[in-house]
Structures are given as structure tokens and as C-alpha cells.
């Protein structure tokens, strides 16, 4: 027994020295693998030892990380992945090293097209990879969450952005000497650094229902830097960024990001603008993964490039995706873009959205300093089948459900780490602390009041701005240098109460113009935010044209100082209203009000009144007294309000108008009985690789007999030479005239679907653009000057000529073909007019400009 325990003393003493000897000889390696193009992580690259066993090795993490244990007497380890070239690095003796490696691409899958001695023509036919796509779109419905009857899970989001590309020489310049503590290194480059600058989070409880269908997201928090409300709409920035990097729905036709459609690699017409490879099998996973590569067969449309991991258990189910766009895709300002997503199988083998990682690297330049932003998505405690009341589904789609007040920034930030089911990276936990103190420093303050003035036209001056900057001057033939100056009060001076007015002076006419309106808020908001809801009283003395209504832009702009043709017929405006506005959550809204208005002509335009003897009585003004209620629907409708407009976020869902307006005789002098209906809908159509249409149809009917011109509908014409959306580009001001019409507006926007074909052209990543409008209506016998003696006549011009008219047996046409994303911001048009050519003054032909930025 005694030489038993001897022996067996002796071999663990032997173990445990052997045990020792090996620890002490092994190499703790750790690092990152990233793309060299891209800069981004690759996950899931294989790590092995040169010359080691098969078992020697390891893969990266989700996020391109991996840790390796190497015996000491190994000198290198090689790093590979499928679609990239294999990289060797050399180990050194130090027991702890990181190596960092950046693989490039090795295109070989377009090299073998490309350079293989005998040239392949890629088919769709009898290609096994195409086959085993269809059979992905074949499946797909009961692969994704509306497959299932019933589901919840808990639903994490957060975006985050900061300036990218920042160097040491940028960073080091005198001017952000106190702002040092923004800066931070960037995980994916050496000697470079961001600048995180916006973060938002969010935690929900989501539940759905196949039947009746509902998808109903209770948020239980949320959290974003917040800028000051003087200079930035933080909703609306809010709503900006989350269009921008919209939900990566894989199964979708078509996925929506940067306010784009990119048609998904399993839509239902995927094989015919995509190029699809089975690159690879993964066997050591269960159940057996099929690597399918895609690429664009065009590399300039709105398409992705990358790889799909497609489960071979006859569910035919996506289990991971990896996916980026071209460089030479039609996109603006993007540098990168890459999506990551990953699946995992619930309690019916049925797989499920668990992660999905959106990140795009916005910059002018390919080399220059950007913005690099990312959504994240991460999904947690996915369980279906589970029966809940309709109350569930009674909410809105997007229900702000009650949230605990934490106050305490400690505290606050505990309650959000309880909340993440991965914590921040270092770059996003200091963000809200930085905001804070950012705007603290009266610096910044100066700066985002300078930029404020720039972007929004207004200066900042304590409880008031003065602006816009773009109307102080501005020429017309009526008024001449006419000068303007005003401002307008707010939340500071009161939450309830605003007040908004100018002065404008012309040098021509010699008389002054104003403005002056006091607004109630009836919801303690400001009402310059949604929901509005509010009381409006305001007076006005001032210059209109006739049939001129412009949008996102006022009248008295100096850039529209220049007009083709006659421009002489103008009114001096007197007007006293009563206006009152409520939006609802829902995007419904009511407005009504009242008010008088009394018309003065100016220049050439006379109202007129036809004698016994051939001669015309002239008329100094016109008072009517018009009470009006509006109703608007807009579902889903999301936007950013700017210090003048809102700036919409279309969507797929249509949006209505219907308004009433009664003419009032002898209520405040009004001198006319009249009732007018307009009614109309506005849809944006998406065409996934055809582009996307705009289309407006509205009509009306005027009520009334014996109405003069001025109360009718004088159709909106422009006669600048900037290209407007909602007016006739060739009609001149007050050429059509009708108490009752239907009108459409088409612009259809290709997004380079021709263009991106062309060779050489596509280049330029220059976009085709189209559009068709036109207005038919008329006038009763009794409104119509031609037949009615006892109205007001025609309008003339400068010479006599009848400048105004009615519509004969055919509707006003034109139509325009143009090419916009010129330098990235113009659009250009050639327009023609159809019909009326013989009209005083009609153009056939006109060439129209407009600025417009977008991806």
C-alpha cells in the first residue's frame, strides 16, 4: 500500500510538473479581424496555428474578436474567410500579444467571370444557387414574424452617431482645445478618432397577432441626447435618423434605408437583378448551413452585395445575413454601409430575429471626415402561442406606455444597464454626459446660434428671433427694393403665448406692409410642435400675385425676384382672421376659421365692371368674408419641424384633404354668397428597382351665381425660373380661371434605373425624372365674363390682350423630362406645354431648375 501511494504521489507530482511547465510556455493572443475595405468587423473568421494540429484554433465573435491559447514553439497563425484573401501574422515570445488583421477581399467569385481562360456566361438556369434562393422565397412567409399566429419578445434599439475619420492633426487644432474630451479612438482604425455627437435608446415589450393582424410596440423607455429645443427639433431629428436607418426587414421585396427602396436579395424578383453562388457549407453546425453569396448585376442600382446563411432542414430559413451596397451604387454621401443579422431557433424550430446591425458612414469624400452612425436592434425573451386580451391590441402601433421617472444620472444609468442585453461601447456610454456639458460652454452656444441663423434663416436674440434673413430684400415691378424686417417670440418669453410680425417697405409704391399675429397654445406646447393645437388671431397689409401659392418657401424670397414675362398683376392684400388648429396623435387634423379680406389692384390688373355703353367701370377693391373648416389625414405621417415648415418623411400611405370655405354676404362687409368644396389625396407609389412615383389628383366645385373672378379658383401658375412641384411651370399668373376643376400631378422619379445602364454615364450617378400635369374645369354661364355683363371682365395685360380664360372642351397639359442629382443637388428640367399655345404670352418650351438634397 505504501509503494502504491508512492507511485501514485510520484505521477501527479509529474502531472502537475508537466501541468506547469506547458502553462508556462503558452502564448494568450487576442485581437480583432476586420474588413480592409469596409473597415467593419468580420465575424465568424477562422484563426489557425501554422503547422498545428486541426483542433488548434478558433473562431472570431459576432463582433470580429477571438482569444487564442498557442504553445510557445509556434510562430505564426493564419487568418481566413471565405470571400477574402488568407493572411498569415508572426507570433512573438511575449506571453500576451494583440494582433489586429485586415483582410481584403479577393473578389474571386467576379474574378472567375471576369478572367477564367474560357469565358462563363452566368445562367439562371440550372444554377443550384438560384434554385436554392427560390426555395428561401418559397418559404419565407412562415420564416418571418408574420408566420407565426402569436408572438412577444422584449425589443432593445439604439442609434448612435458622431463624426468619423478625425485624425490627430484634426484633433489637435487650437480651436478644440476645450472640447479634448469628445474625442474618441476609433475601434476599427489606428491613430484615428470619432466624435460621438447623438445616441438614442429604447426598450419595448412588442406583441403581435396574426388574426386580426397587429403589431403593437408598448415602449416602456427611452433615452436620446438632447439638444437645445432653440436651435434643433429633437423629435423631429429623432424621426430623421430612424428613417435613415429603418428597420433591415430581410424577407421584405423590398428594404427601405436612407429614404431608398434596395430590393431585398429574396424578393420575389431577386433573380433577375441579382447574381447568386453557393460559396461554402457549414457542416459543423446543426442544422447545415448553405453560404450564398449575392452581388448586383448591375453594380450602380440600389441592390446589396454580401452573403445569406440558409439552413438545409427544409425550412430554408436565413440563420445569419451579411450585407453591403457597391461604391458605385446610385447613392449620395454614403461611404460605407454594412448590415449584420442573426437568427435563432424558437420552441418551434422556427427561426427568429435575434440581432440586426445597420451601420452607414456618411462623407462628401472617400478620404474626408464623415459621420458615422449605427442602429442596432436586438431582440430577447421571444415566446409565441401566448394568448392576450384585445386590450393588448387596443393601443396605437407605437404606445408610450408609462415610464419610471429616473432623475439622478447614477441612477439612470444603473436602470439602463438593466435594460441592454449587451452594454455600450465605449464611444456611446459618454455620449449624454457629453451633450450635457457641450452645451454648457458658451462656445458651442455661439456656434449652434450661428448655425441656426445659416440653416434656418433666424437669429437668436433672448426671447425672440429676427428673421428669415432671405426676405430683408427682395424686387418686384409693383413695390420695387422692397426691404423687410421681422422676428417673432418664443417659449422663453411664455409656453402659452406667441406673437410673430414684420415690417416691409417698397421703394416703388412708396407704402408700408406688415404682419402682426398673437397665437394661444391650448396644450401648454409650443406651437411649432406636433400636436398643434391652438388659437390664432392676426392682421396683414400686403402684396399677393393671384394664383400664386408656394410651399416651403416664402413669396418675398429674393431668389424669386426674377420672373419670365409679364409680371405686373398684383393685389394689396388687407386681411383680419380668426383661425383655430388641433391635431390629434393619430396625424387627423381639424382647422377652421374666419376672416375678411379686402382686395386692392395693383399694376396691371383692374377689376372691372362692364358699362351700357361699352365702357368699363373700374372697381378699387373687393371685400369678401369667408369662414372655412379643413380636415386632413395623414397616417403614419412623420416629419422634421423646421423653424418655418415642416420638412414631411414620406411614406407608403396616402393623405387627404377635404376643405369647405362659405363666402359670407354683409357679415364685415363681405359683398358675396358663395360655398366652395375642395377635396384631395396625395401618394407617394414605390416601384422597388423602378424608382418611385409622387401622385396628387384634387378637385373642387364653387356654389354660387354671379361671382366674380377674384373668388374663384385662379389655378396656380409660376413664373420663375425655378422647377415647382404643385404649380403650372409654363402657365402664366391668372391665365386660368374655373368654379370647378380636377387636377393631377405625376412626378415620377427613376433613381437612375436607365441611366445606371449607360456606360460611362453612370458614372455621373445622375437620375432620370418625369412628370405629367394637368387641370380641366370651366366656368357656368353665369360666372363667365365671355357670357355674364354683370361681373367683372377678363383680365387684360400691358397691351390689351385678354390674359385670362376658362378651359374650352380640354384640360391645360404639360409635361417635363429632367435629370436630377446633378453635383449631387440639382435637378433639371425641360418642360413643354401641350395645349393653349395661343394664349397671350403661353412658352412651349421652358427650362426649370430646382436644389434639392437627397441620397
Known amino acids: 500500500m505504501k509503494t502504491y501511494f508512492t507511485q501514485f504521489g510520484l505521477l501527479i507530482g509529474m502531472l502537475l510538473s508537466f501541468q506547469l511547465g506547458w502553462s508556462q510556455e503558452m502564448l494568450l493572443i487576442k485581437g480583432k479581424v476586420s474588413n480592409a475595405d469596409t473597415y467593419t468587423a468580420i465575424p465568424y473568421a477562422s484563426i489557425t496555428v501554422v503547422g498545428g494540429p486541426k483542433n488548434l484554433g478558433t473562431t472570431t465573435n459576432e463582433k470580429g474578436e477571438y482569444t487564442l491559447k498557442v504553445p510557445a514553439n509556434y510562430t505564426s497563425i493564419k487568418i481566413s474567410y471565405v470571400g477574402f484573401n488568407t493572411e498569415e501574422s508572426p507570433l512573438s515570445k511575449e506571453a500576451e500579444q494583440q494582433i489586429r488583421v485586415m483582410l481584403f477581399p479577393s473578389n474571386s467569385i467576379e474574378e472567375v467571370v471576369v478572367t477564367a481562360p474560357k469565358r462563363v456566361k452566368y445562367s439562371n438556369k440550372n444554377n443550384p444557387a438560384v434554385e436554392l434562393i427560390r426555395k428561401v422565397v418559397e418559404h419565407r412567409d412562415q420564416n418571418r414574424l408574420t408566420g407565426q399566429k402569436l408572438a412577444e419578445f422584449d425589443q432593445y434599439e439604439k442609434i448612435s452617431l458622431g463624426l468619423s475619420n478625425l485624425d490627430n492633426k484634426f484633433k489637435d487644432k487650437k480651436i478644440f482645445k476645450n472640447y479634448q474630451f469628445l474625442f474618441q479612438e476609433d475601434d476599427s482604425l489606428d491613430n484615428n478618432y470619432v466624435l460621438p455627437a447623438y445616441m438614442e435608446e429604447k426598450f419595448s415589450k412588442v406583441y403581435y397577432r396574426k388574426d386580426p393582424n397587429a403589431k403593437k410596440q408598448y415602449v416602456l423607455a427611452e433615452r436620446k441626447a438632447e439638444f437645445d429645443p432653440k436651435f434643433v427639433d429633437n423629435d423631429g431629428l429623432s424621426k430623421y435618423f430612424n428613417r435613415l436607418y429603418d428597420e433591415v426587414e430581410i424577407y421584405d421585396n423590398n428594404i427601405s434605408i436612407l429614404t431608398n427602396q434596395f430590393l431585398s436579395p429574396i424578393a420575389n424578383s431577386a433573380p433577375t437583378f441579382y447574381r447568386f453562388y453557393i460559396t461554402d457549407t457549414i457542416k459543423t453546425v446543426s442544422p447545415m448551413l448553405v453560404e450564398l453569396s449575392f452581388y448586383p448585376r448591375n453594380k450602380a442600382d440600389l441592390l446589396f452585395k454580401g452573403k445569406l446563411y440558409v439552413t438545409l432542414d427544409g425550412n430554408y430559413a436565413v440563420q445569419s445575413a451579411q450585407m453591403t451596397i457597391n461604391k458605385d451604387a446610385n447613392v449620395n454621401f454614403v461611404r460605407d454601409l454594412h448590415i449584420e443579422l ?291 389625414y395623414a397616417p403614419k405621417e412623420e416629419y422634421y419641424q423646421g423653424k418655418l415648415y415642416r420638412t414631411p418623411l414620406f411614406n407608403k400611405y396616402p393623405i387627404f384633404n377635404l376643405n369647405y370655405t362659405a363666402g359670407i354676404k354683409d357679415l364685415f362687409g363681405g359683398e358675396y354668397n358663395y360655398h366652395t368644396i375642395n377635396a384631395g389625396v396625395f401618394k407617394r407609389f414605390y416601384l422597388s428597382q423602378l424608382g418611385y412615383a409622387d401622385v396628387n389628383v384634387d378637385g373642387s366645385y364653387t356654389f354660387g351665381d354671379n361671382l366674380p373672378f377674384p373668388v374663384l379658383n385662379i389655378h396656380r401658375a409660376n413664373q420663375t425660373y425655378a422647377y415647382q412641384l404643385n404649380s403650372y411651370n409654363l402657365m402664366n399668373f391668372m391665365e386660368f380661371i374655373s368654379d370647378h376643376h380636377a387636377s393631377w400631378n405625376v412626378q415620377y422619379y427613376m433613381n437612375g434605373f436607365i441611366f445606371n445602364k449607360l456606360p460611362l454615364i453612370k458614372k455621373l450617378k445622375i437620375r432620370e425624372v418625369f412628370s405629367f400635369k ?82
Not at 559 to 574: A, H, I, M, T, V
Not at 783 to 804: D, M
Not at 840 to 848: D, L
Request: glycine letters at 8%.
Open 342 to 632: 442573426g437568427f435563432k431557433k424558437n420552441a418551434d424550430n422556427k427561426f427568429y430575429l435575434t440581432k440586426s446591425s445597420l451601420g452607414i458612414d456618411f462623407a462628401l469624400t472617400e478620404k474626408g471626415k464623415g459621420i458615422k452612425g449605427k442602429r442596432v436592434v436586438l431582440i430577447d425573451k421571444y415566446e409565441n402561442g401566448i394568448e392576450r386580451p384585445d386590450s393588448i391590441y387596443a393601443v396605437p402601433d407605437v404606445y408610450i406606455a408609462k415610464q419610471e421617472a429616473v432623475v439622478e444620472q447614477e441612477k439612470e444609468e444603473s436602470y439602463w444597464a438593466t435594460l441592454r442585453p449587451e452594454p455600450l461601447q465605449n464611444s456611446e456610454s459618454i455620449i449624454y454626459q457629453n451633450i450635457d456639458s457641450l452645451q454648457r460652454m458658451p462656445s458651442f452656444r455661439t456656434f449652434m446660434d450661428v448655425a441656426a441663423l445659416v440653416f434656418s434663416g433666424y437669429k437668436q436674440a433672448g426671447p425672440v428671433e429676427i428673421g428669415p434673413v432671405n426676405t430683408f430684400y427682395s424686387y418686384n415691378p409693383v413695390e420695387g427694393f422692397r426691404l423687410r424686417v421681422g422676428g417673432r417670440t418664443t417659449e422663453q418669453l411664455s409656453k402659452r403665448f406667441f406673437m410673430e410680425g414684420y415690417g416691409a417697405y417698397g421703394f416703388e409704391d412708396k407704402k408700408w406692409k406688415y404682419f402682426l399675429s398673437g397665437t394661444y397654445s391650448l396644450n401648454n406646447k409650443s406651437v411649432y410642435t406636433f400636436p398643434q393645437h391652438y388659437i390664432r388671431v392676426s392682421a396683414s397689409y400686403d402684396t399677393k400675385i393671384p394664383g400664386q401659392n408656394l410651399e416651403f418657401i416664402q413669396e418675398d424670397n429674393v431668389l424669386l425676384s426674377f420672373k419670365r414675362g409679364e409680371n405686373q398683376s398684383y393685389l394689396y392684400n388687407e386681411v383680419y382672421r380668426v383661425d383655430y388648429k388641433a391635431e390629434f396623435s393619430n396625424n387627423f387634423s381639424v382647422t377652421a376659421g374666419l376672416g375678411t379680406w379686402n382686395q386692392n389692384p395693383a399694376g396691371v390688373l383692374a377689376y372691372r365692371m362692364p358699362q351700357a355703353d361699352g365702357t368699363f367701370q373700374r372697381i378699387n377693391s373687393l371685400k369678401s368674408t369667408e369662414f372655412n373648416v379643413g380636415l386632413r
Open 774 to 855: 394637368g387641370v380641366y374645369g370651366g366656368l357656368r354661364d353665369s360666372n363667365n365674363p365671355s357670357l355674364n355683363n354683370t361681373i367683372y371682365a377678363w383680365q387684360t395685360n400691358s397691351k390689351g390682350e385678354q390674359s385670362s380664360f376658362t378651359f374650352n372642351d380640354k384640360p391645360y397639359m404639360e409635361v417635363s423630362a429632367g435629370v436630377s442629382n446633378i453635383f449631387k443637388i440639382l435637378r433639371v428640367d425641360v418642360v413643354k406645354r401641350l395645349n393653349y399655345l395661343d394664349n397671350p404670352e403661353a412658352p412651349e418650351w421652358g427650362i426649370r431648375a430646382r436644389i434639392k438634397f437627397d441620397f
